[in-house]
């Protein structure tokens, strides 16, 4: 009869469709590394020389962190914890910038004998765990200016760390937690304020300030023309006037700093790739060869791949970080526009149904941090995609549970099974 209990309560309260995703995106990833190494004469997956043979590894390791998390770690225990592993892994943050060797321009990684660990992979768990604990406080109101820099800090604090770091690409994930901060009722015209933002840093680098300045004056006018035919209050006239006299100071001040930091605080590389990104410079053979070739993999896919360890630009490692960073490009050369669509769809789902997990979850901590799961897989599937179609700037970054690397695959881990345990937990008792 208690056994009975047990398997009723497994099947009833973890959400299995989560794990099952998991589980297939994981081993998915797996083979594609293993494509990605292989030579003209393939050695075994489990080799443990080649890539392939330790990511086995890091997924034993990675089933060994879910089944912890899932069925033995008390939920309970994150929200002890949140506010002093924070703290740590912010302290981590900043010394493996004075302790870590510089690797392709960045200094991120803790490098412990053969193992390497990357501080930036755990902070957006820790950042995920504190931002849902303050955020479900009884008091706490995102229109309350004071609450709404308090969280706005605890995004930007490890944000900025990771920026000093070099890890441009791990700092931009940060910018999701916006959304969450949307669902909890932030104005949405901050997102606005987000787009328009990044509209005027593109036309400063890409055209000209001028160029910049004249959109910006426009978006003000239109801001309070919007408003001119309306009635309402000389109060509320006041505040429209107020509103655009400071969102047109925010914008030359953004549009001045956009300039001082295109071409003073980017490094080389970074520049070149933003350059090549929007079109100011073609370098095929430089900053351009990696995205370049990349895409001749990918097309050369066509619609059902050359199949499974059939790829040439795969094969000969024509596209550099193909286990990692470009790892997409070994799914569209070898499995095609519907292996590849397959795969988008694959992570389509497990956000949809993290959301959709979160929507009906009781506890507003459990919802706040679906929410921060959600936005990083998202943010991270969005900027690895696009960075391996051309669509945005190479500043390295993996794809969520399928590229190479234990810090990704095992922070990825923890971050999605603190959500399922945490869902689990409410359902044991609601």
């Not at 760390?161 to 909890?184: H, K, P």
């Not at 593109?202 to 300045?213: K, M």
Request: proline share 3%; aromatic share 14%; with cysteine.
């Amino acid at each position: 009869m208690e056994e009975g209990v047990l398997d009723r309560g497994l099947r009833n309260t973890v959400d299995w469709r989560l794990i099952v995703l998991y589980l297939v995106i994981t081993l998915f990833g797996w083979v594609n590394i293993y494509a990605a190494v292989q030579s003209a004469e393939p050695s075994s997956i489990f080799d443990l020389s080649c890539n392939c043979g330790k990511q086995a590894i890091w997924i034993l390791g990675a089933l060994v962190i879910a089944a912890l998390t899932l069925f033995v770690i008390n939920p309970y225990f994150w929200d002890t914890v949140c506010k002093p592993a924070y703290g740590i892994i912010l302290v981590l943050l900043v010394m493996v910038i004075f302790m870590s060797n510089n690797v392709k321009g960045s200094h991120s990684w803790f490098e412990l004998g053969p193992v390497k660990f990357q501080p930036a992979e755990v902070s957006k768990i820790t950042t995920s765990l504190l931002l849902a604990w303050l955020m479900s406080r009884p008091n706490f109101r995102i229109s309350n200016w004071r609450h709404a820099l308090l969280a706005a800090a605890v995004v930007l604090v490890p944000m900025l760390v990771i920026i000093a770091e070099s890890e441009t690409g791990s700092a931009l994930v940060y910018a999701g937690f916006i959304f969450v901060m949307y669902r909890e009722g932030l104005s949405g015209w901050w997102l606005v304020m987000l787009g328009v933002a990044i509209l005027l840093f593109v036309l400063t680098i890409r055209v000209g300030w001028w160029l910049a300045l004249i959109l910006l004056v426009i978006l003000c006018v239109s801001y309070v023309l919007l408003y001119a035919g309306k009635s309402i209050s000389l109060r509320h006239r006041r505040f429209i006037i107020r509103n655009a006299i400071l969102g047109f100071a925010a914008g030359v001040t953004l549009i001045l700093a956009a300039d001082i930091f295109f071409n003073r605080v980017l490094k080389d590389y970074q520049r070149e790739r933003i350059e090549v990104l929007l079109g100011m410079k073609e370098d095929l053979r430089g900053v351009g060869y990696n995205v370049h070739q990349s895409l001749i993999a990918i097309g050369s896919g066509g619609l059902l791949g050359k199949g499974y360890l059939q790829g040439t630009q795969t094969t000969f490692g024509f596209v550099p970080e193909q286990s990692t960073d470009f790892i997409f490009c070994t799914v569209g050369e070898e499995w095609g526009f519907v292996g590849s669509l397959l795969l988008i769809v694959m992570y389509g789902l497990l956000i949809f149904w993290i959301i959709q997990d979160s929507e009906r979850a009781r506890n507003a901590s459990t919802r706040i941090y679906g929410y921060c799961v959600a936005s990083c897989f998202f943010m991270h599937l969005a900027i690895n995609i696009g960075m391996t179609l051309g669509l945005m700037p190479v500043i390295g970054i993996p794809l969520p549970l399928f590229s190479y690397g234990g810090s990704s695959l095992w922070a990825f881990t923890l971050l999605l099974f603190i959500f399922i345990a945490l869902e689990r937990q409410e359902k044991k008792y609601f």
